[in-house]
Nanobody, 120 residues
Framework: VQLQASGGGLVQAGDSLRLSCAAS????????MAWFRQVPGKGREFVASIRRDGVRKYYTDSVKGRFTISADDPKNTWYLQMNNLTPDDTAVYYCGLGTDPYSSGSVHSWGQGTQVTVSS
């Protein structure tokens, strides 16, 4: 499966962005659709994920209440709505398709990454 991430950009603190990740084919029912982020010199950090049922969602503590993950099943696409962004959210964001809600190790398909930069 090929994944195409989009939606990053340069914004100011407090602004919003919506990231999208489109899969090239239908996603298996057991899959977990996720977002991770990475800053230079650090590993890829879990941000949010959603199971294909669209009901079960998972977030890292630092984004709870600000970020919302959702999915459009017929379009094989999932989104990350990011509100009230802070400079600490600055990173390259990667979408991934895997089997575990939190682990980058379970991801078998990665998108190319999209840069999110939040200025203070």
């Amino acid at each position: 499966v090929q994944l195409q991430a989009s939606g990053g950009g340069l914004v100011q603190a407090g602004d919003s962005l919506r990231l999208s990740c489109a899969a090239s084919q239908r996603i298996f029912s057991s899959a977990v659709m996720a977002w991770f982020r990475q800053v230079p010199g650090k590993g890829r950090e879990f941000v949010a994920s959603i199971r294909r049922d669209g009901v079960r969602k998972y977030y890292t503590d630092s984004v709870k209440g600000r970020f919302t993950i959702s999915a459009d099943d017929p379009k094989n696409t999932w989104y990350l709505q990011m509100n009230n962004l802070t400079p600490d959210d600055t990173a390259v964001y990667y979408c991934g398709l895997g089997t575990d809600p939190y682990s980058s190790g379970s991801v078998h398909s990665w998108g190319q990454g999209t840069q999110v930069t939040v200025s203070s």
